[in-house]
């Protein structure tokens, strides 16, 4: 890990000068559990709706068997207020099997 500041002497700036590369951004959208990770998908870049709706369906559907209809296993989801979440298309396909979805209020820790 690299440091990111530098201690200095009282009223003294700290110049540092090298080469700097950024690497790629990288996602990650974890399914949680009551007993820890149950499943993980990765990407670089940040997830789009359609990313993050091809996740939740591949995660979902029969032939994964991840997900029970409510109240079995994995079948109530909470997310919070983005708008990729709230979008009507990943509410339909995730209420069509039985998820209870649960959306936290704006700002909410």
Known sequence: ???KRRNSIHGKTVAIRRD????PRVSILAF?????????YDGEGTFDRVGFVKCCRNFVYPKRANVRL???SNSIWILD?????????IVRVLR???VVLIFLPVYCP
């Open 20 to 23: 700097f590369k950024r690497k």
């Open 70 to 72: 409510y109240p079995g």
């Open 32 to 40: 949680i559990g009551v007993n820890g990770i149950i499943d993980y």
């Open 1 to 3: 890990m690299l440091r």
């Open 96 to 98: 069509s099997v039985g």
């Open 81 to 89: 207020g983005a708008s990729i979440h709230r979008h009507p298309e």
